[in-house]
């Protein structure tokens, strides 16, 4: 089984969202969500204002990272998410959202909740009936529980079961 993530899920979940929506014109845009690719990460970094080292992250062979994207504009990332499949569901290790997507002003809501409705959605794809873990910082425990009806288990482990995943992806993904 792959190793866990040293990392506690810090993010709040701003919004969820039909996809991700512009806090200037309220207007919604749909997203999409593949791999990440090394060209990708070519202006992801400490200097560039993200929290993460997601060249680290890419390079670790147990887990995969997904970017978030505006459909029809591929290159200017949204959010990423690290995720490993542990063949009975998945962890998501880490999930950040772009600088600008961050604080007040942020461009867009609804980053976070749409990289989780997509892990809920992989783990249905894969037949895992949405199964989802992640381990969460303490403070934030009672927010995924509220924001994303993820279940904690005890010692800071969340998990997002079968009827809160289903919630999740019909919420961000139509089909």
């Known amino acids: 089984m792959p190793r866990q993530s040293k990392y506690h899920i810090n993010i709040e979940v701003d919004r969820l969202t039909n ?22 990460l070519k202006n992801i ?8 080292d997601w060249k680290k992250e890419f390079r670790l062979t147990d887990r995969k990272v997904f970017k978030l994207t505006i459909e029809g504009n591929p290159h200017i990332l949204q ?24 604080g007040a002003p942020k461009l867009y809501e609804g980053v976070p909740g749409n ?23 303490t403070r934030l425990i009672s927010h995924y529980e509220k924001s994303l009806g993820a279940s904690h288990i005890g010692n800071h482990k969340m998990i ?11 919420k961000y993904f139509k089909n």
């Open 19 to 40: 996809s991700i929506l512009n806090t200037i014109s309220g207007d919604s845009f749909e997203t999409d969500v593949s791999l990440v690719l090394k060209e990708d």
């Open 45 to 52: 970094s400490l200097k560039t204002g993200w929290k993460f």
């Open 79 to 102: 959010g990423l998410v690290s995720l490993s499949d542990y063949k009975d569901h998945f962890y998501l290790h880490l999930i950040e959202s772009a600088p600008f997507n961050l």
């Open 115 to 137: 990289l989780f409705a997509y892990a809920c959605r992989l783990s249905l794809e894969c037949g895992y009936d949405g199964f989802v873990s992640f381990t969460s910082k």
């Open 160 to 170: 997002i079961f079968p009827e809160a995943a289903l919630k999740l992806v019909n």
